[in-house]
């Protein structure tokens, strides 16, 4: 779900259901969207705040892997976090929305979450990406398979560097652009 809550009435109203694991939110530079990962389905979704657009939601971009967290970037864009590559069979059993929604309310979140980190071993690890507003891919940043930062779980620039956390590790890691 996609909530809403107004600080001075403090109600809280219900944008968006029906969501496929839906995880992190960022506002673009002018507040007139926000963006989010529908993580099961490997996708930036656009929603509109203001414009003439306002309330419509938008594919921003499809991804080669599993989204975790967005960060709006300082130079323009968002870091989108890749917690794991796409495979084949995950990618055929979450495209039938009942299967994969059956399996994301049977098995607990953390055993999906390990689910991806096992297939990050094997699919490549630590990948980020800065997507523009339009939804192009600006950079790509993939850390070779073996590197120790891998299930990528947050990007943050800041100050020439990218921050990264890991669901699996016990540490930052740090990447100078």
Known sequence: MLLKYEQESKQITVLLTNLSFPNGVALNKDGSFLVFAETTKCRILRYWLSTPKAGNLETLAQLPGFPDNIKRSPRG??????????????????????????????????????????????LGSGLALRISEEGVVLETLELESGNKMSSISEVQEKDDHLWMGSINMPFLGVYRL
């Open 77 to 122: 864009g968002f870091w989108v976090a890749i917690h794991s590559r796409r495979c084949k069979v995950l990618s055929w059993i979450l495209s039938y929305s009942k299967l994969g929604n059956a399996l994301i309310w049977v098995l607990p979140v953390d055993v999906i979450t390990k689910a991806y980190s096992v297939m990050s071993k094997y």
